[in-house]
């Protein structure tokens, strides 16, 4: 098995949350590195998910505006027409 290259990250958070995840670490047992590094997995895919929704969302309301412009455009230059 490859062994997986590590970097080390330091960060600065409240007393109050890093004594709360501190005593759950303690408690439940389990790595703080293994914890951070599935919860920033978790919230980089969560936030791409998110990202493509949005990405994808405004392309569907791009076609739709497309549709609703070209739908008003005979009637813009009939105007156009009479000034």
């Not at 600065?12 to 389990?30: G, H, K, L, M, W």
């Not at 949005?54 to 791009?62: I, L, N, V």
């Amino acid at each position: 098995m490859e062994e997986r290259q590590m970097k080390e990250l330091t960060i600065e958070i409240d007393i109050e949350t890093y004594e709360e995840f501190q005593a759950y670490c303690d408690e439940s047992r389990f790595d703080r590195n293994e914890i951070l590094e599935h919860l920033m997995e978790h919230f980089v895919e969560e936030s791409k998910a998110m990202m493509k929704k949005m990405k994808d969302g405004y392309a569907e309301m791009a076609k739709l505006n497309l549709e609703i412009t070209s739908e008003f455009t005979d009637c813009e230059n009939e105007v156009n027409i009479h000034l």
